[in-house]
């Protein structure tokens, strides 16, 4: 079964930064868009933003000109840095691939940020 494995949570102030790694096996990581969703404690689960296998990208609203997704296919890693982090970004963050019409799910990482 294939399983990504999230890291890089925690408790952070306002304004400040954390970056998020999710590795995925080789063997999907190279040909799958990499997403990164998030769900806030009563809310359902978003999308936060994706990487294609050719680097395109795209942010949600509440993501751009905060949030970078970047990947590194020699690790088969995809990271999330995010800068300027305010107490709605808090959540448990989940990485997801695709690959080839099936989805791969990581087990989440909790952001809290407070104020």
């Known amino acids: 079964q294939v399983r990504l494995v999230e890291s890089g949570g925690g408790s952070v102030q306002a304004g400040g930064s954390l970056r998020l790694s999710c590795t995925a096996p080789?063997?999907?990581?190279?040909?799958?868009?990499m997403f990164w969703d998030r769900q806030a404690p009563g809310k359902q689960r978003e999308l936060v933003a994706f990487i294609t296998d050719s680097d395109g990208t795209y942010y949600a609203d509440s993501a751009k000109g905060r949030f970078t997704i970047a990947r590194d296919n020699t690790k088969s890693t995809v990271y999330l840095q995010m800068n300027s982090l305010k107490p709605e970004d808090t959540a448990i963050y989940y990485c997801?691939?695709?690959?080839?019409?099936?989805?791969?799910w990581g087990q989440g990482t909790q952001v809290t940020v407070s104020s």
């Open positions: 997801r691939a695709s690959s080839s019409g099936t989805f791969f």
């Open positions: 080789g063997s999907i990581f190279s040909i799958s868009t």
